[in-house]
């Protein structure tokens, strides 16, 4: 088996997905993508950007980095990439919260990220003893901590992903160079990586 195929089973990526929804939502938020210039993009015709859009065709895993060059500045872009990641790969990414429930206000969102982050802390100090504890893996008799740390974790970044694409398209911030900007400083300051 080839390395990327390794890769696809550990993430449990899929190969294609529906995301005609999603696609049509962002499109209609941002008028001046036209299907031709989509289609463009993707290679397609406008026809194949129509069945996309109705979730008639499925969007195949190869066409994303064509897709999101398409969408990047875009009102939305990186709320969408999220939601679409999320797709391919069947949660591993977590999914956009419900913003009826949810506040994509700034402070509002921050502040419930900050709340996430005590609950995520308070749970790892629980779980320390069990992490400590090199039979502690092979006891699956109590795993009740070790579950809740990893739950309120993913809750941080339920909740930390669109706070930081919010703050990207509220500052006209790009995800990507931002993102390669702490990678390089990350580096130059010899922090290692676990």
């Given at each position: 088996?080839?390395?990327?195929?390794?890769?696809?089973?550990?993430?449990?990526?899929?190969?294609?997905?529906?995301?005609?929804?999603?696609?049509?939502?962002?499109?209609?938020?941002?008028?001046?993508?036209?299907?031709?210039?989509?289609?463009?993009?993707?290679?397609?015709?406008?026809?194949?950007?129509?069945?996309?859009?109705?979730?008639?065709?499925?969007?195949?895993?190869?066409?994303?980095?064509?897709?999101?060059?398409?969408?990047?500045?875009?009102?939305?872009?990186?709320?969408?990439?999220?939601?679409?990641?999320?797709?391919?790969?069947?949660?591993?990414?977590?999914?956009?919260?419900?913003?009826?429930?949810?506040?994509?206000?700034?402070?509002?969102?921050?502040?419930?990220?900050?709340?996430?982050?005590?609950?995520?802390?308070?749970?790892?100090?629980?779980?320390?003893?069990?992490?400590?504890?090199?039979?502690?893996?092979?006891?699956?008799?109590?795993?009740?901590?070790?579950?809740?740390?990893?739950?309120?974790?993913?809750?941080?970044?339920?909740?930390?992903?669109?706070?930081?694409?919010?703050?990207?398209n509220t500052y006209g911030m790009?995800?990507?160079?931002?993102?390669?900007?702490?990678?390089?400083?990350?580096?130059?300051?010899?922090?290692?990586?676990?």
């Open positions: 088996m080839k390395e990327d195929g390794v890769m696809q089973n550990v993430f449990g990526l899929q190969q294609k997905a529906m995301v005609g929804h999603k696609l049509t939502d962002f499109m209609n938020a941002n008028p001046e993508l036209s299907t031709t210039e989509l289609g463009h993009f993707l290679g397609v015709t406008q026809s194949m950007v129509s069945k996309l859009r109705h979730d008639k065709s499925p969007l195949h895993f190869d066409d994303l980095a064509n897709l999101f060059k398409s969408t990047e500045g875009l009102l939305g872009a990186d709320e969408f990439k999220i939601s679409v990641l999320n797709k391919f790969t069947n949660g591993f990414i977590p999914p956009l919260p419900n913003y009826y429930y949810v506040s994509t206000n700034l402070a509002a969102l921050s502040n419930r990220v900050i709340t996430e982050m005590g609950q995520s802390m308070d749970a790892l100090k629980e779980a320390l003893d069990d992490f400590s504890d090199p039979s502690s893996p092979n006891n699956i008799k109590n795993i009740s901590d070790p579950e809740q740390a990893f739950a309120q974790c993913y809750d941080v970044l339920y909740y930390l992903l669109p706070l930081m694409a919010i703050i990207a790009s995800w990507i160079d931002e993102g390669r900007k702490r990678v390089k400083e990350i580096a130059q300051h010899h922090e290692r990586q676990i």
